[in-house]
């Protein structure tokens, strides 16, 4: 008589999915809706439990800054606003808002779609906002490097710098 493994019941022989070598099993790792991902839900916990949350809140629970602090830096400084307007760090938004974030001069512009209080993971923050950001143009020429320490550059190099900027190197001055 073969050892039975503690998965399986008394006087029954392991089968697929019950747990015998090599079987994966079942996953109790939560019951999602069909076609859902279970890491791809928010946890219970991480959703508001009102109708409104705090915007610094909610940009840093959706991984758009940091950390809450840096969140509230960036309205104190102007660059959140909540429906074309300039938003307070404590300004409460809802679902179907729109959060725009200036970052490194470009902004993005998000639509709520679920209001978090806690932080999440990238794909489960995901979920609660819509990205409506225009793509961030390519710089269009290069620009010249210089090597470290090669000094200054001469007439010529520089008049190649003018030219590569669309200046004229006559105008200096």
């Known amino acids: 008589?073969?050892?039975?493994?503690?998965?399986?019941?008394?006087?029954?022989?392991?089968?697929p999915?019950?747990?015998?070598?090599?079987d994966a099993g079942p996953?109790?790792?939560?019951?999602?809706?069909p076609g859902a991902t279970p890491s791809a839900l928010p946890p219970p916990g991480a959703l508001a439990p009102g109708g409104d949350v705090r915007v610094d809140t909610w940009l840093?629970?959706?991984r758009q800054t940091k950390?809450?602090?840096q969140a509230t830096a960036a309205a104190r400084a102007g660059h959140v606003r909540v429906n074309g307007e300039p938003a307070k760090a404590s300004q409460k938004i809802h679902v179907g808002d729109e959060v725009r974030l200036r970052v490194e001069g470009f902004d993005?512009?998000?639509?709520?779609?679920?209001l978090l209080v806690k932080r999440v993971g990238a794909p489960q923050a995901r979920l609660c906002y819509v990205d409506h950001s225009p793509r961030h143009p390519r710089p269009v020429g290069g620009f010249a490097l210089r090597d470290r320490g090669a000094g200054?550059?001469?007439?010529?190099?520089?008049?190649?710098?003018?030219?590569?900027?669309?200046?004229d190197s006559r105008e200096h001055g």
């Not at 008589?1 to 089968?15: N, V």
């Open 27 to 33: 996953s109790d790792h939560g019951a999602g809706a």
């Open 17 to 22: 999915g019950d747990g015998g070598a090599g």
């Open 108 to 114: 993005r512009i998000l639509e709520v779609r679920a």
């Open 1 to 15: 008589m073969s050892a039975l493994s503690p998965h399986t019941a008394p006087g029954s022989r392991p089968g």
């Open 152 to 167: 200054r550059p001469t007439k010529r190099e520089r008049r190649d710098l003018d030219r590569l900027r669309g200046r």
């Open 67 to 69: 950390s809450r602090s």
């Open 60 to 62: 840093w629970a959706v």
